[in-house]
């Protein structure tokens, strides 16, 4: 099939190109920026040797559709659309943290838990909690945003000490984030999905702060299927999850977690497919729409096509 694993174009107006786990980034002159939701699949902090086909697809039109639900809160950078795999939008100086808002005791926040830490970012965890409890109320969980290695835990209050933000803005961040959350919870429960925890980035533009990237995506958020969450907590049975969790299962199951000196599992095509398969399945449910496959011919021709028409309105 015709994945884009990468992508080396040449915009009119192009000033620089960046490439990420997942997505390439053109920046264009005049404040834009063209971003590629590519089909590259990355877990444990590795980028898999596969590319997937659709995943890119899926992702960005998971993030159109919950941006233009969102607009009412706060400004997006969305400027257009052209492709189902690219978005262009307005280049924003992005905040130097991720915003992630958890509602559920759940991967990360379970295992610091389960190791006996009961303070995650400066905030207070309550005793007798279990794996996917519902939190007393939603918790923002901060992490900074590493341009090498990992994203690294941080509390609200070294945030403003450190300048990272200011506490003016950091306290619109947070306001934002509880009600994007909110809103990705009523959207989600009219498909019989928990929404569990997620991640947010802002930048600003003319001084005013916009929501950037992707948003509720399986990509950046968790998703329990709703139907039997309580009869599985009552049990201590796993949840059944909406997420990617299924790929890193699949590694961990081939003896790969990301760790010095082992090797990525071989993915065979039926390996590919069946990964292709469960992000169109998680795009049909999480969307309530049917996955619409784009037209045959040479993927990398469309995008640029796509784009090139799309930069060329935006003069």
Not at 23 to 38: F, K, P, Q
Not at 125 to 132: A, F
Not at 147 to 161: A, L, N, P, Q, T
Not at 283 to 307: C, M, W
Request: proline content about 4%; some cysteine; overall charge negative.
């Amino acid at each position: 099939m015709n994945a884009i694993k990468e992508t080396n174009f040449n915009f009119q107006g192009q000033r620089s190109f960046y490439k990420g786990k997942v997505r390439d980034v053109y920046d264009i002159a005049g404040g834009y920026l063209v971003m590629i939701a590519s089909d590259r699949i990355s877990a444990f902090d590795v980028v898999l040797p596969e590319a997937i086909p659709y995943k890119g697809q899926v992702l960005n039109q998971i993030a159109e559709k919950f941006l233009a639900a969102t607009t009412d809160i706060l400004p997006n950078w969305v400027v257009s659309v052209p492709d189902p795999s690219a978005t262009i939008g307005y280049r924003c100086e992005p905040f130097k943290v991720e915003m992630v808002i958890r509602g559920y005791l759940a991967g990360h926040a379970w295992r610091t838990y389960k190791a006996g830490g009961r303070t995650l970012c400066g905030v207070v965890l309550p005793d007798g909690l279990k794996e996917n409890d519902r939190l007393p109320e939603p918790i923002i969980t901060p992490t900074t945003k590493a341009s090498v290695g990992h994203d690294e835990d941080i509390s609200r209050e070294e945030i403003i000490k450190q300048g990272i933000v200011s506490e003016v803005d950091y306290e619109q961040l947070e306001d934002y984030t509880r009600a994007l959350y909110q809103r990705g919870v009523e959207i989600a429960n009219e498909r019989g999905l928990i929404l569990v925890d997620t991640k947010y980035e802002f930048g600003k533009r003319d001084d005013i702060i916009y929501l950037m990237d992707e948003i509720h995506t399986p990509d950046s958020s968790r998703y329990f299927y709703a139907q039997g969450y309580s009869e599985r907590q009552e049990k201590n049975e796993p949840q059944r999850q909406l997420s990617k969790e299924f790929v890193r299962q699949w590694l961990i199951e081939n003896g790969f977690q990301g760790r010095q000196g082992q090797q990525v599992p071989k993915m065979t095509g039926e390996i590919v497919s069946s990964i292709s398969e469960r992000y169109i399945e998680l795009f049909e449910h999480i969307t309530g729409e049917k996955f619409q496959y784009p037209s045959a011919g040479d993927v990398r021709v469309r995008l640029e096509t796509n784009i090139t028409k799309a930069l060329e309105k935006l003069g």
